[in-house]
């Protein structure tokens, strides 16, 4: 890749200038400063969308780059925006980088600046102005805040409320006493019984890996408990994609000694490692982004219960205070205290083409909500087109 940085080609905002750098690794400097000083989530430092770039980006031959917003008077810079370009069959889109496997867009801000909410049209001009030739801008997953401050991708023009919605809660206090204070009676029954389960069957013991060896132990044991669990439930796994187990992979060694925000934790019964979770620290937040479970003989444990549970409590003898449960509506969340937030999306059509898959894209997410609304109604629809086609065979 070149670390060519390319200008806006034209000045389409008096309070902003763009550039354009198509090099991640040219930026690490800057980078690294705005990761010690200012606002970001764990989704957006460098060596996690560093190890999704080698890994997931460049295989497929899309292209990463990465915007810089700076003020066009002081020329200081304000923030960094991570983008990928992909080339499709019928289009190319432009999306956040690593959406396959993050939950949160928002980019990484400069301390001490703060964008004002009427600055959304201004900033949202002046990205376009420099973007690459693309039919569409499609961004899920905007938070409204990033580590306390707004997301100035919120107050982009054009933005819809997204059916999916995060999840997190404050962790403070004891963190002996912080699983009892924030589960509800559900819950805490739950934990009851799987911890004497598990004590029944053997040793428990909780890991959180920070040797190679650990984590080349436990980053197996994820993937097969994961592909288990979604061959159950007939769903598609991203972990299949070529690339993905590597990302996860290599972010979780790069982060060793604290390097990088991966930890991945074990929990095991004796020998048997019977959970997993993968997580991305970053300042005061841990952030959830897989979490695997032993099915068979030990689902009667509530094993992924058990270690979200120890885990929490590992974040808040860290100092963490707060836990993000990321994107879905699963009951566990709110039974650990978890308090819904919206997301929002953009989608921005650039070209005719552009319109023609921002139509065909909403129908289908409206097709999809509305599928997850009437189940009943769903399920007899699909009856009713098996039967359909069954008969035009």
Known sequence: MTSLAVAAREPA??????????????????????????????????????????NVTRPRGDGAFVIEVSDAVTGQSLMLLP????????????????????????????????????AGPALWQAIVST???????????ITRMVQ???????????????????????????????????????????????ARRMAERGTVRFLAATTREEVETLLPVMVAQRLSRFRELRRF???????????????ALASLGGRGPAQIFGLAVDDEWIATTYTLVHADTIHLTIVTMAGGEWQSCSPGMAILARYMRWAREKGLTVMDFSVGDMAYKSGFGGQARELL??????????????????????????????PVLAGRARTILRYVKSKCR
């Open 83 to 118: 983008l990928v370009r992909k080339t499709r069959r019928t289009h190319s889109r432009i999306e956040f980088l690593g959406a396959e496997v993050s939950d949160i867009s928002a980019p990484v801000l400069a301390a001490g600046y703060r964008f004002q909410a009427d």
């Open 13 to 54: 905002s008096s309070s902003f200038s763009v550039h354009r750098h198509e090099d991640l690794a040219a930026l690490e400097p800057l980078w690294r400063r705005y990761e010690a000083a200012g606002s970001l989530s764990g989704f957006q430092r460098f060596d996690w969308l560093t190890a999704i770039d080698i």
């Open 148 to 194: 306390g401050l707004p997301n100035p991708l919120a107050d982009l023009p054009g933005l819809e409320l997204s059916p999916k919605k995060s999840f997190d809660v404050a962790i403070q206090g004891d963190p002996e006493t912080l699983i009892d204070r924030l589960v509800n009676n559900q819950t805490r029954r739950i934990l009851k019984t799987s």
């Open 237 to 251: 796994d991203h972990l299949t994609e070529p690339g993905i187990e590597q990302c996860y992979q290599a972010a």
């Open 345 to 374: 999306t953009l989608r921005a059509s650039l070209t005719i083409k552009g319109r023609l898959v921002a139509a065909i894209e909403n129908g289908v997410s409206w097709l999809k909500q509305w599928v997850k609304e009437h």
């Open 131 to 141: 973007l690459p030739p693309a039919d569409l801008v499609h961004i899920e997953q």
